[in-house]
């Protein structure tokens, strides 16, 4: 969310930023709503003002004996007493029209993020990759030719049921059940182990259902409130651990010394797909009920952008210890996300499939959720407060993982090898095959 009197200091700057987004230039109608609110505010308090300036001169006339001016001077008092609700009404229609106007638009894009109208536009970013693509008849693991996807390996092992899921849930869900959920569970506490023992991350677990105000810090609400599942009437579904992680430190003041702050999550996640019709049918690539582990970083604003790198680095750390090869795109304007000022993707190698697919987003949003949340820090010397800078990503999605651990180890009988890094997680089990 952004400060309006930035944008009208900086008003080319903004309007700049967001034609990258693909958007009209916004800078001259939100300065005249910020005009509109002005005005608004400047009338209440004048009135204001001369209603106490009046009890003053109504208690002088008092003291002078004066009643015929006492009664013209409370009868005054009496009129913007009675034009006092239309006032402070303009003025509460004023700022709730800028603030929502304001709430709707998305992220400056840093000036280093490329141009772009869609993933077509992202970028490679060199030097992060790990290992050679595999070969698309056959790869490292490979000495066969009929590379099969997760759910055709999944399925043929009787551990991987969508009809069943359909019947219970409806689509874009499944049921996992013996060696494969537990391959499943066993990815998500790796990943959760990794990040707390060696990256320094606190774990956290958080409430899976947030009110209106959480959702709203993190800019699921009120733009993309068609892709959330509603919990009551109070509540939302989580879409990612991202929302409650990040609203940790709202409205709060931290101290300098205590950033930045490092919170990592492994939750069910809830989205309503709405925007993926005919998309990604079949299989758990796309999910209304995931599991992800989810990296949220609290920072000064100097330290954003290295922290940045420092998350992306973690992401990728994972997927190295699986020994999945991956690489690293840089979004477009295009293609990231509302609340990012850039955002890094890891797509590991699906053979299944013959392609890349994402597997993490890291994403740096500067104050942009912090404003939203009111959440400040003040420097050691007791300067502020000023608003932090918060950063998500996810290390990673557990499902896709999965995914990416049955195709790349599958074997020639339709068994999957289980990755060394995930051994001491199954309980010594090396090999999964089809029950007996």
């Known amino acids: 969310m952004y400060d309006i009197r930035w944008i009208r200091e900086n008003a080319e700057a903004f309007d ?37 300036a009046l009890s ?40 709730e029209t800028l603030n929502e106007q304001l709430a709707a638009i998305p992220n400056k894009p840093f000036d280093e993020v490329p141009d772009g109208a869609d ?26 030719n009929q590379i099969k996807e997760h759910y055709e390996l999944g399925e043929a092992l009787g551990q991987m049921d969508f009809e069943t899921a359909a019947k219970l849930s ?10 494969i959920a537990r391959l499943n569970r066993a990815i998500g506490q790796f990943m959760l182990d990794t990040h707390v023992e060696e990256h320094g991350y ?46 940790l430190v709202r409205e709060s003041i931290l ?45 000064a604003p100097e330290k954003s952008r290295e922290e940045h790198e420092r998350m992306l680095a973690c992401a990728e750390t994972v997927l ?51 404003r939203r949340m009111n959440a400040r820090y003040k420097t050691k010397d007791g300067k502020g407060p000023f608003f932090v800078h918060t950063l998500n990503g996810s290390g990673t999605a557990v499902g896709r993982a999965l995914i990416a651990v049955m195709e790349n180890y599958q074997n020639a009988d339709g068994s999957i090898t289980v990755p060394d890094a995930l051994v001491p997680y199954m309980r010594g089990i090396t090999r999964i095959e089809k029950a007996a």
Not at 170 to 179: A, P
């Open 255 to 299: 101290s300098e010394e205590e950033l930045p702050r490092r919170f990592t999550a492994l939750t069910p996640c809830f989205r309503a797909e709405a925007g993926s019709a005919g998309r990604d049918t079949r299989g758990m690539l796309r999910q209304h009920q995931f599991e992800k582990v989810e990296l949220v970083s609290i920072t």
């Open 170 to 179: 409806g689509s874009r869900f499944v049921v996992l059940d013996r060696q």
């Open 202 to 247: 606190t774990e956290v677990n958080p409430p899976l259902m947030v009110r209106d105000d959480a959702m709203f810090g993190t800019a699921q609400l009120p733009k993309f409130r068609d892709d959330q599942f509603r919990a009551g009437e109070d509540h939302w579904l989580i879409p990612t651990a991202e929302v409650p992680l990040t609203n």
């Open 119 to 144: 993933e077509h536009g992202n970028v490679v970013l060199e030097g992060h990759t790990n290992g050679q693509q595999p070969e698309k008849t056959g790869g490292r693991l490979f000495g066969f």
């Open 56 to 95: 003053k001169e109504i208690g002088k006339a008092m003291g002078q004996k004066d009643l015929a001016l006492a009664e013209q001077l409370k009868a005054e008092v009496a009129a913007l007493k009675e034009h006092g609700p239309a006032l402070e009404a303009d003025e509460k229609a004023a700022v």
């Open 320 to 370: 190295k210890k699986l020994d999945l090869h991956y690489r690293v795109m840089t979004l477009c304007t295009g293609d990231m996300g509302f609340a990012s000022q850039k955002t890094y993707d890891i797509e590991v190698w699906l053979p299944g499939q013959k392609t890349y697919r994402e597997i993490s987003s890291c994403s740096v949003c500067g104050d942009f959720q912090a």
């Open 16 to 52: 700049r930023g967001l034609q990258r987004r693909g958007l009209e230039k916004l800078s001259s109608s939100l300065l005249a709503l910020d005009d509109r609110r002005r005005i608004a505010i400047s009338k209440s308090q004048a009135a204001q003002e001369r209603r106490n």
